[in-house]
């Protein structure tokens, strides 16, 4: 199992980017996938996750009507599609999954990627 985030890099407040996690060695479908992000001195966070065989999704609620999860499962990749960002947005973004049949939310995961950083400048 394979994860490798991409898309990330500077961007003004109020602009968007867009990261993808491209996943090998398993497919998206049977797994719930997530978002984190890690900010300098701060704890890990959830962002946002998705399972595609129950259709569940979540946001924190910082991020909630800004960032959109979705997936491609051709490609088997997930994207995370984050406008309007803040500075406070600023992280070490992570993808991450985990086998089961239902559910993203409140889980451990279980696969990481290596992470790709966000900066939002003000």
């Known amino acids: 199992v394979q994860l490798v985030e991409s898309g990330g890099g500077l961007v003004q407040a109020g602009g968007s980017l867009r990261l993808s996690c491209a996943a090998s060695g398993f497919t998206f479908d049977d797994y719930a996938i997530g978002w984190f992000r890690q900010a300098p001195g701060k704890e890990r966070e959830g962002v946002s996750c998705?399972?595609?065989?129950?259709?569940?999704?979540y946001y924190a609620d910082s991020v909630k009507g800004r960032f959109i999860i979705s997936s491609d499962s051709a490609k088997n990749t997930v994207y995370l599609q984050m406008n309007s960002l803040k500075p406070e947005d600023t992280a070490v973004y992570y993808c991450?999954?985990?086998?089961?049949?239902?559910?993203?939310?409140?889980?451990?995961?279980?696969?990481w990627g290596q992470g790709t950083q966000v900066t939002v400048s003000s």
């Open positions: 998705t399972h595609k065989s129950d259709g569940s999704t």
């Open positions: 991450a999954a985990d086998k089961r049949l239902y559910g993203c939310y409140g889980i451990r995961y279980n696969y």
